[in-house]
């Protein structure tokens, strides 16, 4: 599916980052993995701190010494935060905390938008992809910083594609679903680990599966968005299982899950039986 595709992958150590660098790999693409850190799965082919402008310009110079062109460069890099109190935490460690963020989902995008952008406007070729977020353009309770600095990489996004499309070069963000991760589960489970934080419910009863996102439906999404698309660009694809589109939707499975996992799983299990599958026809 993606075979010849040159792609250049930031934030490739991280969780979803390294998921897609093997789903893209596996796909025929040519993945140049570019992070601060060397996991089991992947050692970087460059190291680059995208807060540091420098740093990204010279890596920028290294990835184009090296390929032939690129066609795609999908920045996974980001950081979060813990929910802010303003009545009960430390203004310093907040504003300390919301710079941090900013700094890098902000300021690191705008930074390998304007590295990228230079080379890929002299040979009218290329395809920016940004980590978005349903932060973006919905509220995530007490993520200040990380509502912020998403809101501002879509506008980023937005900005970029206008100004870029005249040249063959296109701009895009995709935004996930909440998925569990390592980096987050202590948000979204009990301390024992067995049953959903608040925080995950009022995420769960906003999506209409009630299920949270996978990291083979995310890299699924984005593989598509790095097929050649002449006219694909100034866009947020969301892949949440429509958490960005819920209003009002399947209240016997919003109260099956202020109930407890258990109750969520007996409901899938009576739909199940309700609504039966059709066995594929030999």
Same mark, same amino acid.
């Given at each position: 599916m993606?075979?010849?595709?040159?792609i250049?992958?930031?934030?490739?150590?991280? +969780?979803?980052?390294s998921?897609?660098?093997?789903?893209?790999?596996?796909l025929g693409?040519?993945c140049?993995?570019? !992070?601060?850190?060397?996991?089991?799965?992947?050692?970087p082919?460059?190291?680059?701190?995208? @807060?540091?402008?420098d =740093?990204?310009?010279?890596?920028? *110079?290294?990835?184009?010494?090296?390929?032939?062109?690129?066609?795609?460069?999908?920045?996974? @890099?980001?950081v979060?935060h813990? %929910?802010? *109190?303003?009545?009960?935490?430390?203004?310093?460690?907040?504003?300390?905390?919301?710079?941090? $963020?900013?700094?890098v989902?902000?300021t690191? #995008?705008f930074?390998? +938008?304007l590295a990228? #952008?230079k080379?890929?406007i002299?040979?009218?070729?290329?395809?920016?992809i940004?980590?978005?977020? =349903?932060?973006?353009?919905?509220?995530?309770?007490g993520s200040?910083?990380?509502?912020?600095?998403?809101?501002a $990489?879509?506008?980023?996004?937005?900005?970029a594609?206008?100004?870029?499309?005249?040249f063959? $070069?296109?701009?895009n963000?995709v935004?996930?679903?909440?998925?569990?991760? %390592?980096?987050?589960?202590?948000?979204?489970?009990s301390? =024992?680990g067995?049953? /959903?934080?608040?925080?995950? $419910?009022?995420?769960?009863?906003?999506?209409p599966t009630?299920?949270?996102?996978?990291?083979?439906?995310i890299?699924? +999404?984005?593989? #598509?968005?790095c097929? %050649?698309q002449?006219?694909?660009?100034g866009?947020?694809?969301?892949? =949440?299982d429509? /958490?960005?589109?819920?209003?009002?939707s399947w209240?016997?499975?919003n109260?099956a899950?202020?109930k !407890?996992e258990?109750a969520?799983?007996t409901?899938?299990q009576?739909?199940?039986?309700?609504?039966p599958?059709?066995p594929?026809?030999a």
């Amino acid at each position: 599916m993606l075979k010849d595709q040159n792609i250049v992958i930031f934030g490739a150590t991280g +969780t979803l980052g390294s998921h897609f660098w093997q789903r893209a790999s596996a796909l025929g693409a040519n993945c140049v993995a570019v !992070g601060r850190r060397t996991t089991e799965k992947i050692t970087p082919d460059f190291r680059c701190d995208v @807060t540091v402008l420098d =740093d990204v310009l010279a890596t920028t *110079d290294k990835i184009f010494a090296q390929l032939p062109s690129v066609d795609t460069v999908i920045n996974f @890099t980001g950081v979060h935060h813990s %929910p802010m *109190d303003f009545a009960k935490q430390d203004p310093q460690k907040m504003a300390e905390d919301f710079l941090r $963020v900013m700094n890098v989902n902000t300021t690191g #995008a705008f930074y390998l +938008t304007l590295a990228f #952008a230079k080379k890929m406007i002299a040979r009218r070729h290329g395809h920016l992809i940004h980590l978005c977020s =349903d932060g973006s353009r919905l509220s995530l309770y007490g993520s200040y910083a990380y509502n912020s600095s998403k809101h501002a $990489v879509e506008g980023l996004v937005k900005t970029a594609a206008a100004q870029l499309a005249p040249f063959g $070069v296109r701009v895009n963000g995709v935004a996930p679903g909440t998925v569990e991760t %390592p980096l987050n589960r202590h948000l979204l489970r009990s301390e =024992d680990g067995q049953h /959903y934080s608040p925080r995950a $419910v009022s995420i769960l009863a906003h999506t209409p599966t009630k299920k949270f996102a996978s990291l083979d439906g995310i890299s699924e +999404t984005i593989s #598509a968005m790095c097929l %050649p698309q002449k006219h694909f660009t100034g866009n947020v694809v969301f892949c =949440d299982d429509g /958490y960005n589109i819920e209003g009002h939707s399947w209240p016997l499975g919003n109260q099956a899950l202020f109930k !407890g996992e258990q109750a969520l799983q007996t409901l899938f299990q009576d739909l199940a039986k309700e609504y039966p599958i059709d066995p594929p026809k030999a």
